[in-house]
């Protein structure tokens, strides 16, 4: 079933669907080996999705956990169902690093309400000109007046991605843009869910859905932002990704890794100045990730990108680029400077 889906979708489809179909073989063949009876073994030293993962063809709690490093525990190399669960497990951990290494870094600039003249703007769009986009997609997100000028003048492969977009399309809806008209642009993405939007126009999660709904119907991709407060990450952990759980929550079921790109902006580092360490921002991100795989399913968790949107620039940007779940930056001051091609190449380099 697997590989008549990918043969299906031609070229592109079994190159996407590598990682499925290597998964499925690991568990076909434990299915063939469990009628053996052969002795178990247990695998040691893989991430509970992966174990999960390889014990989805076996029984029990053949696959346990230990702390000593290394593959297999036991006095014997695994055979039969062992050695089948041996290639489920090493099928499953080659499908999740195919699927990551897939995730194309992304770097977004918000330029928020800014410049304030045109005649200022030409400098702007010469810095993302000069981004080199072969290894990392950019793009640019220019204030609504300066949209269409922009259309014009990036010439380099980077997307013009509007800050916002209303939820219903043409008609009498005042200040507002349409996704339709952006299309005849041909603008092919949007930014939604900015901190900023979300305080100071009260833009509730209920209407975020709805905005997602909208775009991804008409056929367009989306920048969709989370992020908490400061009270809440001096909380901790869990009260931050309490936050992001609720932002997350109505668009589950629309994060298509193919059309959706989470941009995760600790709200407290957002033109502060201050920046979460690479710690903090990785720590979160990969909870993030840990939740998708939980309640969407671990292929949308392995393949989604996220950035990081809290004042990432040209000297932090080598740092949290190593970060194995940061996929890019949405950066906001620095994108008005020069260093945003500093911080492009940073994780063109690193991924």
């Known amino acids: 079933q697997v590989l008549a889906q990918a043969f299906s979708r031609g070229p592109a489809g079994i190159l996407t669907s590598l990682p499925n179909m290597v998964k499925a073989l690991g568990v076909a063949l434990v299915a063939a080996a469990s009628f053996h009876g ?5 695998i040691v030293s ?6 999960r993962s390889a014990a989805a063809g076996a029984s029990g709690d ?25 290639v489920a497990a090493a ?13 194309r870094p992304v770097v977004g600039g918000n330029w928020k309400c800014n410049p304030e003249k045109l005649s200022d703007l030409d400098g702007l769009i010469e810095n993302i000109n000069k981004c080199d986009v072969s290894k990392c ?19 380099n492969g980077a997307a013009v991605c509007p800050q916002n977009c209303n939820f219903k399309g043409c008609g009498a809806y005042t200040g507002e843009m349409s996704v339709e008209q952006m299309k005849d642009l041909k603008i092919e993405w949007c930014l939604i869910g900015h901190s900023e939007r979300r305080e100071y126009f009260s833009e509730s999660d209920e209407l975020l859905a709805t905005k997602l709904k909208y775009i991804l119907d008409a056929g367009m991709k989306c920048v969709f932002c989370i992020g908490e407060k ?16 609720t932002q997350l929550e109505q668009v589950k079921g629309m994060l298509d890794p193919e059309k959706v790109v989470i941009a995760y902006e600790p709200v407290w580092a957002i033109g502060t100045g201050v920046t979460a360490t690479a710690e903090q921002a990785q720590e979160t991100h990969a909870e993030i990730r840990k939740w998708i795989a939980a309640n969407v399913s671990e292929e949308c968790a392995a393949g989604i990108r996220i950035q990081y949107g809290g004042s990432a620039n040209a000297k932090n940007a080598p740092e949290l680029s190593a970060c194995p779940d940061i996929d890019g930056f949405l950066v906001g001051g620095a994108s008005l400077k020069p260093e945003f091609v500093e911080i492009v190449a940073a994780i063109s380099a690193a991924k």
């Open 46 to 51: 893989i991430t509970p999705n992966l174990r």
């Open 230 to 245: 400061l009270p809440e990450r001096e909380k901790g952990l869990e009260a931050t990704m309490a936050v992001c759980i």
């Open 62 to 86: 053949r696959f346990m956990p230990q702390q000593e490093p290394g593959l297999f525990a036991g006095s014997s190399a695994p055979t039969g169902l062992g050695l089948a669960g041996a």
């Open 38 to 42: 052969a002795a178990a073994f247990e």
């Open 137 to 155: 997609d950019v793009y640019v997100c220019p204030s609504p007046l300066h949209v269409t000028y922009c259309v014009d003048k990036v010439t």
């Open 91 to 103: 099928a499953a951990v080659l499908g999740a690093t195919l699927r990551r290494a897939s995730r």
